[in-house]
């Protein structure tokens, strides 16, 4: 049973470009959240999806940041625009249940605004 | 706004001494607190706590949670190289915000040999 599977492990962008980041929940967890990770600071939540549907939004910047959890596929988190303070570690952690109890990370995508 | 303080924000010790973490938080509708090892990936699921005065362990680690005073500590004992790692706690409200942590800014552990 693998678990969360996030790629690429590493992406670098210009400024200016596009990213998007995919994240493949355990096999039989239809709750997927995003973290966003800045140098030096804790984990801070932005997202959370259930299959087709965003949940809570709360954490994520009104501009530029959208994520989706289609019926079928990853989760992608996509940003327009990368900027350089857009630089961080994004984790995605999945559970099977609504709530925090089960949830497992995956390895990140650390992403580096050049 | 839900808020979770750790400390120290480092720590630096040799094997085989007992290491003591702290956390405490500010949050509505509390619903969990849960501590995380992360070394350099991903976060790694030591315990959850719901209850307040019941210790959770698992080898050398252990964890007790306080409801009254919002706090929870992390105990580590016979430190081993391999605890070098940030330890992070974080908590989980209910209602509206179910499944969404906070995190504090982790507890950055070093064993010295």
């Known amino acids: 049973n693998a678990g969360v599977m996030q790629n690429p492990r590493h992406l670098v962008r210009r400024r200016g470009q596009e990213a998007r980041l995919r994240c493949s929940p355990m096999k039989g967890h239809s709750h997927v959240y995003w973290y966003r990770q800045l140098p030096e600071e804790g984990l801070k939540f932005m997202v959370y999806?259930?299959?087709?549907?965003?949940?809570?939004e709360s954490g994520m910047p009104k501009e530029r940041f959208s994520a989706e959890f289609p019926k079928e596929g990853p989760s992608i988190l996509r940003i327009q625009q990368v900027v350089r303070g857009d630089s961080a570690a994004y984790f995605c952690?999945?559970?099977?249940?609504?709530?925090?109890?089960?949830?497992?990370f995956g390895q990140g995508t650390r992403l580096t605004v050049v | 706004e839900d808020k979770v303080v750790q400390s120290p924000l480092s720590l630096v010790v040799h094997e085989g001494d007992t290491v003591t973490l702290n956390c405490s938080y500010e949050v509505t509708n509390f619903r969990s607190l849960l501590w995380y090892k992360q070394e350099k990936k991903a976060p790694t699921f030591l315990f959850m706590l719901?209850?307040?005065?019941i210790e959770k362990k698992s080898g050398r680690l252990s964890s007790i949670l306080d409801k009254k005073e919002l706090f929870s500590i992390l105990n580590i004992t016979a430190t081993q190289t391999g605890d070098s790692a940030v330890y992070l706690c974080a908590v989980e409200a209910g209602g509206t915000s179910y499944g969404k942590l906070t995190f504090g800014q982790g507890t950055i552990l070093t064993v010295h040999p």
């Open positions: 719901t209850s307040s005065g």
């Open positions: 952690a999945s559970s099977s249940l609504q709530g925090a109890t089960e949830a497992f």
């Open positions: 999806l259930q299959k087709e549907n965003i949940i809570d």
